[in-house]
């Protein structure tokens, strides 16, 4: 087994590489961080030595314990089993499954269908609509399912893997311009989020391959 600290593959704009940044720094693990540019060179994901790591070619990608992870919500998984505290997955099963089902919502319901490798085959004038189409239907769901399950965040008051998918894809969002008016208790639950330290230090805006004009 590999000692030593964990290394994440990561990139700045990356929503599913905050999610894990997030989980890391709501359980204080130490790690390093080894920038992908999505990109740079056409891509850094493509290269051979990242391809090892990762043959789906995407971030984030972390070693950890001897073996590499990928896929976000398994990374979190793993880290909720071995560092259990605190909490993501709350203890109640009915609780749990909440947490999974928006969690999933998100990470297989929106997020792959505006990824770059998908805005890349719909074609740059199309991009926006698309992105924006694909968004507010995901939303349109889930800012129903919230108004059941919210409390001070997606599931109860409790911080749980449903929030880390929640706030980056937020950020996507916004960066697509989608128009947050039907969306109440999604912004309020996000803004809510925002104040948390954690989600502040794993943000975009503030990584090691952030560029400088993106910096805050
Ligand atoms: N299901 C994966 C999705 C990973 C993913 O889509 N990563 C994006 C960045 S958020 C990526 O690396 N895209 C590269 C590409 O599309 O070429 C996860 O949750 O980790």
Redesign the pocket.
Known sequence: MQAGKPILYS?F?????W??RIALALKSIDYEMIP?N?IKDG?Q??SEEFQALNP?????ALKIDGITI??????IEYLEETRPTPRLLPQDPKKRALVRMISDLI??GI??LQ????L?QVGQENQLTWAQKVITSGFNALEQILRSTAGKYCVGDEVSMADLCLVPQVANAERFKVDFTPYPTISHINKTLLALEAFQVSHPCRQPDTPPELRA
């Open positions: 990139y704009r990356s929503s599913c590489s999610r894990v992908i999505l891509g994901q493509f789906m070619k995407q971030v984030p990928c896929q976000s919500l398994a990374i990470a297989s997020q792959p990824n770059l490798s998908v890349n």
